[in-house]
């Protein structure tokens, strides 16, 4: 087997890690402005929190997917294609997620404003279960032959695992973007989000939880177990700091919860990359799904200069924007924008009002 | 229908799709970040105006541009299993280095300038915009990059039937990559251009309409510029603001439309040696010879060349076209077929992979009908808009346009005309390469067996019913948020500049351009409890 081979499961493996930790919290307050947030203003607190990084840590997952393409082509196609359907609703969902984030706050109208908060909070809910599926399934296997073609309907590859792996990244994402929620956002947010961490929301790591197991049982070598233990051990202290009101420890211990589990998943399954569920000489392995040595030399030089590089300006970005979002600082705008067709100025503030009744009318129906 | 048919026009219509919004994003983009730079470097508040109204559309349409790039991520996996085995080890790098160094830049920085009025100092928040505009620019390059190495695969060999890099250089520097970037990016100038005008005419035109602009009779006569009594933001600044915006947009169009013509030619020398087929198609020359046609009719979606006929013809242009003089005999379609069928085969082999398609013939000439058409729409398109350019910089001499209605529509339709030319010349560019989708190197540095039929690249194990359901959601979501799209184009544009400074209307000296002004002073703290600059 190729080192750089080697070097690339982890990058990619590195690749979904951070995905899921920083989309994950976009996804998690995405799905929050469903179901905890109380009123515009909560919603808008929260979609401000995540409004300035959410597209450049969309880019992981897009990295992570050409990553694949690039250093294990066989990979790339025999998952892809063999859940089809499935990603055709990721897709779907990441497009309406997308549009709704930008398109939100640009006109007016409460019916608008609540269909594209049902977009957002759908879309992301979609998404996350879809890539977690997608995920579970390639660590416990597919029906595929020696091709990588699926074998079978296209519900053919979808089973327990794929629902476990779904649960999985929706659970995480909730609690994860809660804490993420807690540190960012000051306010009525703020609170409800704390009292999320703190209690029910760490259950939702429960599917998670399950994953990393079955993995490890199936499949299990003392560093998948040990990274599992210490992955616990932040989850442990993550809830207890959240108890405790501890916003940043709290956001940190979950967070490498997920980061150890997930590393200790690709740990168990290494070298296989996507195990075959009808015969296991057909398995897609590190060896035999990776690119050539050259393209994948070229590959680690061009990822060792370029993400470090990604790391500082993205970490620079969220310096920038390191300070918490309040109630108080969400500016009015949405509704002035729709000064397009106002003929006359002085109509301006009795217009505004009525677009604001509006909106609080569609919170009520939301509710 | 079949699976191949099917996956075929999903990925033509998911792409074609993506490349409406990709050349406004590029060339807006690059628009705002020279009306940004015009700001920071000279104060003046026009500049400010001018770089949030235009930025606020580039805004809007680049989230769809991010959303339906999204799908060509994932659907070459997706639809085209086949496809991402064979030229995974070459393709995949690009889109790979797309994601790492363009995709990342893009995102990030724009994220920092949306959000970063007021929060970054005016040198790093101009320098937010263009490096995410630079982002969009590299992430062009390494896309076409990808699609040259089908158009023309150069730098590998082959090794278990497979290409293999062997030279990513060679990959980068792909001479058809670089004259198809350079065509593409001027394109996206073109388009960029053309929007700027229209929209720019549409207000002018208002401002002419509802008699805040005048233009005194007399041969040499001068605009004189008046202010709305009502509306504040109606100002002379505002009627500078979009003279000015027109006459950059027509320069910016011209230019690109120079540079479209000069790489086109380049492209198309490049190609008359690489796909002959193609050109020979895009003819629908069935005999070798020398003459540029203009007018051909006849069944051109025929399978051979029997009943095309060609009406008008201009003698030497195509082999001016082709080679640079006015001699060169340019080989036809009955010319070419016999070479092409010695070379890759009459039909397609007896292998697994063609499933039902095995054995069938494999036809070498593209829809004529298609590149035929597709050739001349994106040429006549595109010297069409070229002309409405240098056209609107006459007509609009004395500082504003003239008193017309049908002038001012006219000047809107115009925004839709680099926009055909560019999907045109896709269309054309695309099926022009068929049956292959990697088409063989006939040059030297091409390697014998690195080609593959388009029936090869499909998903063997994806049923045709899942891939109608993807095209028919895809579809029907791409048509509805076209809609949306442009209602909130219009919406936006109608408003003028409050649409994206609603400061402004507020009825405050329009002048004082608050934003921005404190922007040196960066965060400092939690005791500065402002509101924010601009919130989702």
Redesign the interface.
């Given at each position: 087997m190729e080192a750089l081979a080697i070097v690339w499961f982890a990058a990619i493996a590195l690749l979904w890690i951070g995905y899921l930790l920083l989309e994950g919290f976009d996804l998690g307050v995405g799905m929050h402005m469903l179901v905890s947030a109380r009123s515009e203003n909560d919603r808008r607190v929260m979609l401000n929190t995540i409004g300035p990084v959410w597209d450049g840590n969309e880019v992981w997952l897009i990295t992570a997917l050409a990553g694949t393409f690039a250093a294990f082509p066989l990979w790339y196609a025999a998952l892809l294609s063999t859940l089809y359907l499935p990603f055709v609703l990721v897709l779907v969902g990441l497009i309406f997620r997308a549009v709704a984030i930008e398109y939100r706050g640009k006109h007016p109208s409460g019916r608008w404003i609540r269909f594209w908060t049902w977009a957002l909070g759908l879309g992301s809910f979609v998404v996350a279960f879809g890539i977690g599926a997608a995920l579970a399934l390639t660590t416990t296997g597919l029906p595929i032959d020696a091709n990588g073609d699926r074998v079978g309907g296209p519900f053919a590859a979808l089973g327990p695992a794929a629902l476990l792996g779904g649960l999985a990244v929706v659970g995480f994402c909730l609690l994860h973007s809660a804490t993420f929620l807690a540190l960012k956002s000051d306010g009525p947010v703020r609170r409800r989000a704390t009292a999320y961490a703190g209690g029910w929301g760490p259950f939702g790591l429960l599917p998670l939880l399950g994953w990393m197991l079955v993995v490890q049982v199936q499949r299990g070598d003392p560093l998948g177990w040990a990274l599992v233990l210490l992955g616990l051990g932040g989850a442990a202290l993550g809830w207890r700091s959240a108890r405790a009101g501890r916003e940043g420890r709290a956001f940190a211990g979950f967070a490498a919860f997920l980061a150890l589990g997930v590393a200790g998943i690709f740990a168990a399954v290494f070298p296989v990359v996507l195990p075959s569920t009808l015969d296991r000489a057909w398995d897609l392995t590190v060896g035999n799904a990776a690119a050539s040595p050259y393209t994948l030399g070229v590959m680690t030089v061009v990822a060792g200069f370029g993400l470090p590089l990604v790391l500082g300006y993205q970490a620079w970005s969220y310096w920038v924007f390191r300070r918490r979002v309040a109630p108080e600082h969400i500016p009015a705008d949405h509704i002035r924008a729709d000064r397009t067709r106002a003929d006359r100025v002085r109509a301006d503030r009795v217009r505004d009002d009525r677009t604001r009744t509006d909106v609080t009318r569609a919170d009520r129906a939301a509710r | 229908m079949d699976v191949l048919e099917i996956a075929r026009w999903q990925f033509g219509i998911t792409t074609v799709y993506h490349f409406l919004m990709v050349p406004l994003t590029l060339g807006l983009g690059a628009v705002a970040v020279f009306l940004q730079w015009r700001w920071w470097r000279t104060g003046d508040g026009m500049w400010l105006r001018a770089t949030k109204f235009w930025g606020k559309l580039y805004?809007?349409n680049?989230?769809?541009g991010?959303?339906?790039g999204?799908?060509q991520?994932?659907q070459?996996?997706?639809?085209w299993?086949?496809y991402?085995?064979f030229?995974?080890?070459?393709?995949?790098?690009p889109?790979?280095?797309?994601?790492?160094?363009a995709?990342?830049?893009e995102?990030?920085?724009?994220?920092?300038w949306?959000?970063?009025w007021k929060?970054?100092p005016k040198a790093a928040h101009f320098a937010s915009l263009a490096l995410a505009v630079a982002g969009s620019w590299v992430s062009a390059y390494f896309i076409i990059v990808a699609n040259s190495w089908m158009q023309h695969p150069v730098g590998v060999e082959l090794?278990d039937g497979r290409p293999?890099?062997?030279d990513?250089w060679a990959v980068l520097t792909n001479n058809t990559a670089l004259a198809a970037y350079a065509h593409t990016v001027m394109g996206a100038l073109a388009v960029g251009g053309g929007f700027l005008i229209g929209i720019s005419w549409w207000h002018l035109w208002r401002r002419r309409a509802d008699g805040l602009d005048e233009l005194p009779g007399g041969r040499r006569a001068r605009v004189v510029v008046g202010a709305d009594p009502?509306?504040?933001w109606r100002d002379a600044t505002d009627h500078r603001l979009w003279i000015t915006s027109l006459r950059l947009g027509a320069v910016v169009a011209i230019l690109g439309f120079g540079g479209v013509a000069i790489t086109g030619d380049l492209q198309g020398k490049l190609m008359f040696d690489q796909q002959p087929m193609k050109m020979a198609a895009a003819e629908a020359a069935c005999k070798t010879g020398s003459s540029f046609s203009v007018l051909a009719i006849g069944d051109l979606g025929a399978k051979d060349c029997s009943s095309v006929q060609t009406l008008i013809e201009v003698p030497g242009v195509l082999a001016f076209l082709a080679n640079g003089d006015f001699s060169t005999t340019v080989r036809g379609v009955d010319d070419l077929l016999p070479q092409y069928q010695r070379d890759y085969g009459r039909t397609l082999p007896d292998r697994p992979l063609y499933g039902d398609r095995a054995g069938q013939k494999i036809t070498y000439v593209p829809l004529m009908a298609v590149t035929y058409w597709g050739f001349r729409m994106m040429i006549g398109f595109g010297a069409l808009a070229a002309f409405a350019a240098a056209v609107a910089l006459w007509l609009t001499r004395s500082g504003t346009v003239p008193h017309s209605r049908w002038l001012a529509r006219l000047a809107l339709l115009g925004i839709l005309a680099p926009f055909a030319a560019n999907t045109a010349g896709w269309v054309f560019t695309e099926m022009g390469r068929q049956p292959f989708v990697v088409a063989p190197n006939p040059n030297p540095s091409g390697v014998d067996g690195v080609f593959m039929f388009t029936a090869a690249a499909v998903?063997?194990?994806?049923?045709a019913?899942?891939l109608i359901?993807?095209l028919v959601?895809?579809a029907t979501?791409y048509a509805a948020?076209l809609v949306?799209e442009v209602t909130?184009l219009v919406?936006?544009v109608?408003?003028?500049v409050?649409?994206a400074m609603?400061e402004l209307?507020g009825?405050s000296d329009p002048d004082r351009d608050s934003d921005g002004d404190d922007g040196g002073d960066?965060?400092t703290?939690?005791a500065d409890?402002?509101?924010?600059?601009?919130?989702?």
């Open positions: - | 805004l809007i680049f989230i769809l991010v959303a339906t999204l799908v991520e994932f070459f996996g997706m639809a299993s086949e991402s085995r030229v995974g080890d070459v393709f995949g790098a889109l790979a280095l797309e994601g790492l160094l995709f990342f830049v995102s990030t920085f724009l994220g920092l949306i959000f970063g929060r970054l090794v293999r890099m062997t990513v009502v509306k504040p998903s063997p194990g994806v049923t019913g899942e359901f993807s959601t895809f979501i948020l949306v909130l919406r936006y109608r408003g003028g409050p649409s609603p209307a009825g960066s965060d703290g939690d409890r402002d509101v924010l600059a601009f919130a989702y």
